[in-house]
């Protein structure tokens, strides 16, 4: 029970974000909790009534010089939310990943002295490079809810308000997964071999790593021509940006590709190419996590701007890339990053897992993370919400 309506500001910049935030105002409301919800979402929170300023593709930039060619556009946004927030203060507000943009606006945010509570969702990860954003967060964030329990152990090491509300498609995605039935749900053949082409959701991604994807599946093809190769089209925009790449390339190839289109408000294409393939090939990422707990043979590449890239790897404390690889500890997937992202590599990588041993090895690894994530202790995210605005300068909330 609350005095008043809760109002929510709440910014996503991509799918996944989409799909966290929509699954956490239906949790309020679950939970009893009148709200509203405001600020820059996607379709699937659109859905759920949540009301955008802003189209959330205006955040899919990624990279730093990519970033600086966007910064003024990027700044007119934060700045138009900043405005909007101080005339009409919301009690809240949630930065769904997209950290570079979230944690600067919160930062904004706190230094207009507003009676605003922040919260992170989707640790940045100041676990694996530049540790020292977590100052910058401890005196900008009031609660971050970690996906995983070692980001919050990490932050607990710094007194960084945490909580580790676990991440839902370890329980939403079953452990048993049957590749027959997944791609039957596409109107596929079940006999068919497939092999996922996934490489990325943003326009950036699109014009450095489909091309790789696309000579790969190239060399395989005339290896390999009973293979079939899917890539998804989270939308409109990314679907005519992947038809234009695919005029360039024989018909002997695009014959054997198909362009999977979306069609659900959840954007589930990516998830349901991934499930129905033999073998996925895609960009670094969080969709890593998902072919993970979709038990799925995988191999990860990705390719940035060299300058972003040689300031990235100055700064990486950890191994890893993927999240896979960094939750398990050790290399369980291939990572082809940077000048060992070639097509050559890709397509050698992808014919490794066409072995039955050799995959279904992967495939055992990936079982047993999800079993180990599912066994983690989790908080309720609206209630580490909650929490934080029983202090001053909130609604009162029991």
């Known amino acids: 029970m609350q005095d008043r309506k809760l109002k929510i500001g709440m910014v996503v910049g991509e799918v996944s974000g989409d799909t966290l935030g929509a699954k956490l105002i239906r949790s ?34 990624m990279g730093i010089v990519e970033v600086l060619k966007d910064i003024k556009k990027l700044f007119a946004v934060r700045d138009g939310l900043v405005e909007l927030w101080c005339n ?51 005196a900008t964030i009031d609660l971050v809810l970690c996906l995983f329990p070692f980001e919050k152990a990490f932050y607990q090491k710094f007194a960084v308000p945490a909580a580790s509300v676990g991440h839902p498609l370890a329980t939403q995605l079953p452990l048993k997964n049957a590749l027959i039935e997944a791609k039957q749900e596409l109107g596929l053949n079940p006999a068919q071999k497939h092999i996922a082409l996934l490489p990325g959701s943003r326009r950036g991604e699109i014009e450095r790593l489909a091309p790789i994807a696309l000579d790969a599946a190239q060399i395989i093809s005339k290896k390999y021509p009973e293979y079939i190769f899917l890539i998804p089209a989270i939308n409109d925009a990314r679907k005519q940006q992947i038809e234009e790449l695919l005029k360039q390339y024989p018909a002997e190839l695009t014959q054997k590709i198909q362009l999977m289109e979306n069609t659900h408000i959840e954007s589930k294409i990516g998830r349901q190419v991934m499930n129905a393939a033999d073998i996925i090939a895609l960009a670094s990422g969080t969709a890593t996590l998902e072919a993970m707990l979709l038990h799925r043979p995988m191999v990860t590449f990705y390719k940035l701007n060299w300058l972003t890239y040689c300031v990235v790897k100055f700064l990486i404390k950890i191994p890893y890339y993927s999240l896979p690889n960094i939750i398990a500890g050790k290399r369980i997937i291939k990572e082809l990053i940077q000048s060992a992202a070639t097509a050559e590599n890709l397509a050698a990588e992808i014919e490794k897992l066409m072995n039955i041993e050799t995959a279904q090895i992967q495939v055992m690894q990936h079982i047993t993370m999800h079993k180990k994530l599912l066994a983690g202790n989790s908080e309720d995210p609206v209630q580490a919400i909650l929490q934080i605005l029983k202090k001053p300068n909130a609604p009162s909330v029991v």
């Open 28 to 61: 309020f409301r679950e939970q009893g909790i009148d709200a509203e919800f405001e600020g820059i979402g996607g379709p699937q929170m659109i859905a759920e009534g949540f009301k955008s300023y802003y189209p959330m593709d205006i955040l899919s930039v």
């Open 88 to 138: 009409n203060p919301v009690d809240v507000f949630i930065g769904i990943d997209a950290p570079d943009f979230n944690l600067r606006l919160s930062k904004s945010l706190k230094q207009k002295q507003l009676p605003i509570k922040t919260v992170q969702y989707v640790s940045p990860s100041v676990w694996a490079w530049r540790q020292g954003r977590v100052h910058g967060i401890k």
